[in-house]
């Protein structure tokens, strides 16, 4: 059985959302990051980053976000949370999950993980102010991209969605106004409303 590794209000729930959508088998493995439980020897041991999510398998353990949502596509193929037969659109997917990953989420995590890239008190100040800045920017991409009343890839929900709705859910706690993307809102709100997600965020 699938057994992922999560922590809440992490990027995790990209994941979890996922597993719930394609009806996977799995069990839930709950880490405390205040007690840096994803530090410990034990965790260490699955995922040497120390981070979530990551996903054991019969093969291995996987982790990122991107990765992992891809996985789970292809592994349930009949949940159709991938155009899997379509070398170009399945592009586009990774395409967008590689941009939250690699460039919104880091713009988030300049302001509460700046320590990661200073040591100065003060760049690490000057990093957390521009947070609302760099994020917005991101968000404004999305938006104009982002179809009215569509998923994120247009007619059919895949799994940018789930990875968006969780990091949408951080733009508030960014100091953004998230009226400025109606769009993103709007499928924040709809996506919000799905049995999945609903489960995906009761633990």
Known sequence: MLKLYYSPGSCALASRI???????????????????????????KINPKGRVPALSTDRGVLTENPAIL??????????????LDDAFAFGQVQAFNAYLAATVHVAHAHGPRGSR???????????????????????????????????VMGGQYTICDPYLFTIASWLESDGVDVTRFPKVLDHRNRMAERPAVKKAQAI
């Open 18 to 44: 996922a597993l719930e959508e394609a009806d996977a088998p799995y069990e839930l493995v709950r880490l405390d990051f205040s007690k840096s439980e994803q530090r410990g020897a034990d965790y260490l």
């Open 117 to 151: 890239w200073a040591d100065d008190p003060a760049a690490i100040a000057e990093m957390k102010r521009k947070v609302p800045e760099t994020v917005a920017a991101c968000f404004e991409l999305i938006e104009e991209a982002l179809p009215q009343g569509g998923w």
């Open 70 to 83: 891809a996985y789970i596509a292809q592994s349930f193929p009949a949940a159709k949370l991938a155009p």
